[in-house]
Nanobody, 123 residues
Framework: EVQLVESGGGLVQPGGSLRLSCAASGFTFDDYAIGWVRQAPGMEREGVSFIDKRYRRTYYGPSVKGRFTITLDTAENTAFLQMNSLEPEDTSIYYC????????????????RGQGTPVTVSS
């Protein structure tokens, strides 16, 4: 059974940083792409960042490129999202997501999803 458990969200001031973690079980990064989407109340789901180990590719949404970095710890089967230079517009619920096969930029293609962790950027 695929399980994704996020942690690391919280309240941070504009310009600050947070690191989200996603502990994955039930699959390995060799066969799945993993990443993050976010969705604020009343807003559409947005693809933040995705990565696949097999093809060594990453994707970043245009609003986070240059500020966020996605990495994998294959020994711990954990994905991380380092978020720097946070802006109030980054306030959202962040969900860890995964799909079999290679990376894609469409957030709806990621059929497995964790419970989400809230991120609030405010002074």
């Amino acid at each position: 059974e695929v399980q994704l458990v996020e942690s690391g969200g919280g309240l941070v001031q504009p310009g600050g940083s947070l690191r989200l973690s996603c502990a994955a079980s039930g699959f390995t990064f060799d066969d799945y792409a993993i990443g993050w989407v976010r969705q604020a109340p009343g807003m559409e789901r947005e693809g933040v960042s995705f990565i696949d180990k097999r093809y060594r590719r990453t994707y970043y949404g245009p609003s986070v490129k240059g500020r966020f970095t996605i990495t994998l710890d294959t020994a711990e089967n954990t994905a991380f999202l380092q978020m720097n230079s946070l802006e109030p517009e980054d306030t959202s619920i962040y969900y860890c997501v995964a799909k079999g096969g290679h990376l894609g930029g469409d957030p709806e293609a990621y059929v497995y999803r964790g419970q989400g962790t809230p991120v609030t950027v405010s002074s």
